[in-house]
């Protein structure tokens, strides 16, 4: 018999791939305990609805940020630290993509939704702020430099980009991660020396 945590995991990794297949009001709590292989009731004990599920869900997300936060360490090349920050950004978002672009997606018509969506990046925004202030006291960005508006600025053509990539698919419009980090995170970078 599966744990209540093993329980919530499989529910949680249910509603996570079937908003991003089926946006949040076409995921139902039917199609939930399928996909999860549990009884509706079950969902219903576990989580009450769809929003506590969401909220659980952004919960988890956000604990992976302050990991990500704990574990990173600048090595002193600004280029070398915004890129690796760059690409944690990039993975996170398409770990997690079901929510990042959630907000973007369906935010407008469930206020719910963007309350709950926008936890993310202002959480990113907290932990952003901390590395960019390290960096300043470093040396590595220079002490003029407004942090929280170029946290802000860092946050945005990072999550442009992804969002972008993702509606585009990397088509004749998309920037490739790769291209991303070498031309856009490098002038970024110069811009805070």
Same mark, same amino acid.
């Given at each position: 018999? %599966?744990?209540?945590?093993? +329980? ?5 990794? *249910?509603? @996570?791939? =079937?908003?991003? !297949?089926? $946006? ?61 920050? %760059?690409?944690?950004?990039? +993975? ?5 993509? *079901?929510? @990042?672009? =959630?907000?973007? !997606?369906? $935010? ?86």
């Amino acid at each position: 018999m %599966a744990t209540k945590q093993e +329980t919530d995991q499989r529910i949680l990794t *249910a509603f @996570s791939e =079937l908003v991003l !297949k089926y $946006g949040y009001h076409g995921t139902t709590t039917r199609k939930i305990a399928e996909r999860a292989g549990v009884n509706e009731s079950t969902v219903f004990r576990h989580f009450k609805d769809k929003h506590h599920l969401l909220d659980r869900l952004i919960d988890l997300y956000i604990d992976d940020i302050d990991h990500l936060n704990e574990t990173f360490q600048i090595d002193g090349d600004i280029e070398t630290d915004l890129q690796r920050v %760059a690409e944690l950004y990039a +993975t996170f978002i398409q770990r997690h993509q *079901a929510v @990042s672009l =959630l907000g973007v !997606k369906e $935010g407008n018509q469930f206020p719910e939704i963007r309350q709950a969506v926008k936890k993310l990046p202002l959480q990113f925004a907290v932990s952003l702020t901390n590395t960019f202030n390290q960096m300043v006291e470093s040396g590595e960005i220079s002490a003029q430099v407004n942090v929280p508006q170029e946290v802000s600025n860092f946050i945005l053509i990072n999550f442009g980009n992804a969002v972008f990539n993702d509606v585009y698919s990397y088509g004749e419009l998309g920037i490739p991660l790769d291209r991303f980090m070498q031309e856009n995170i490098k002038t970024f970078a110069q811009h805070l020396k």
